[in-house]
């Protein structure tokens, strides 16, 4: 059973920072594709930045390049988000996620609150 364990989350005012871990519970890490997504009150999840655990390159949507990055630690088997010069309308709650590329099975965190105040 994969196991996605989401952290870091929390009220942070407009222009603020935050840093988001994701701890997986994965037995090979180059089987997946890794990123996150969010989802604001009565909105669709949508995509935020994803990779490919063994190879480049990183993906962002429009509204988080060049403030948002995504990062990973091997060695503890984490993947991060650092958000940067955040925005009101960046409050949501953020999904890490992780697909298996051989058997397309998709895999999904419970999710941490980002709320970022003007």
């Known amino acids: 059973q994969v196991q996605l364990v989401e952290s870091g989350g929390g009220l942070v005012q407009a222009g603020g920072s935050l840093r988001l871990s994701c701890v997986a519970s994965?037995?090979?890490?180059?089987?997946?594709?890794m990123g996150w997504f969010r989802q604001a009150p009565g909105k669709e999840r949508e995509f935020v930045a994803a990779?490919?655990?063994?190879?480049?390159?990183?993906y962002y949507a429009d509204s988080v390049k060049g403030r948002f990055t995504i990062s990973r630690d091997n060695a503890k088997n984490t993947v991060y988000l650092q958000m940067n010069t955040l925005k009101p309308e960046d409050t949501a709650v953020y999904y890490c996620?992780?697909?298996?590329?051989?058997?397309?099975?998709?895999?999904w965190g419970q999710g941490t609150q980002v709320t970022v105040s003007s």
């Open positions: 996620h992780a697909h298996d590329v051989m058997s397309l099975v998709e895999y």
């Open positions: 990779f490919r655990w063994s190879e480049p390159p990183t």
């Open positions: 994965l037995r090979d890490f180059s089987s997946y594709a």
